[in-house]
T-cell receptor, first 115, second 111 residues
């Protein structure tokens, strides 16, 4: 199993450009998450999904959109990138329900720089 | 608002000693608490979960305590090794599908 994979690993964008980050998981998890991690700020939830076709806002959703058209994929879009979106982006997935440990499985991250 | 606090300063511990990390929280009543390990340039990795009705949990050299009255969790690594050097994240959750993370504590085990 590959677990959680993220594409791309690195990207540099100019202000105003758009891009999509792709997250894929092969564990048949219901839940998927997008976080950003900035120095001194910790991990902050951007958007999440509790199943195919559903998405919800997290703590810092502004400037981002997401889609979960297939259960195994969760896409994060930046329509018009801003320097404030320079960050490391992590995708995670987890099982659902109280019978599990709520353990989140993280991808390796995407380092995005917006100039 | 909900707040999680972890030691912002790095923690230096001599090899072989017990490392103890602290996680305090306010304005929150979590159903469970988790600890993750994060190495530089990598995603966090789950270590342990402890539920609100549990006082202590152990896994090999790791021990977690959870005091819902004090709103605090302690994370212990016994017989610490240089390979235990990493950033450790505390996370709190309820049954609403989301968890919130602390900023993490950097741990250095000195040989």
């Amino acid at each position: 199993n590959a677990g959680v994979t993220q594409t791309p690993k690195f990207r540099v964008l100019k202000t105003g450009q758009s891009m999509t980050l792709l997250c894929a998981q092969d564990m048949n998890h219901e839940y998927m998450y997008w976080y950003r991690q900035d120095p001194g700020m910790g991990l902050r939830l951007i958007h999440y999904s509790v199943g195919e076709g559903t998405t919800a806002k997290g703590e810092v959703p502004d400037g981002y959109n997401v889609s979960r058209l297939k259960k195994q994929n969760f896409l994060l879009g930046l329509e018009s990138a801003a320097p404030s979106q320079t960050s490391v982006y992590f995708c995670a997935s987890s099982y659902s329900g109280d019978s599990h440990s709520y353990e989140q499985y993280f991808g390796p991250g995407t380092r995005l720089t917006v100039t | 608002s909900q707040k999680i606090e972890q030691n912002s300063e790095a923690l230096n511990i001599q090899e072989g000693k017990t490392a103890t990390l602290t996680c305090n929280y306010t304005n929150y009543s979590p159903a469970y608490l988790q600890w993750y390990r994060q190495d530089p340039g990598r995603g966090p990795v789950f270590l342990l979960l402890i539920r609100e009705n549990e006082k202590e949990k152990r896994k090999e050299r790791l021990k977690v305590t959870f005091d819902t009255t004090l709103k605090q969790s302690l994370f212990h690594i016994t017989a610490s090794q240089p390979a235990d050097s990493a950033t450790y994240l505390c996370a709190l959750g309820n049954r609403d599908d989301k968890i919130i993370f602390g900023k993490g504590t950097r741990l250095h085990i000195l040989p």
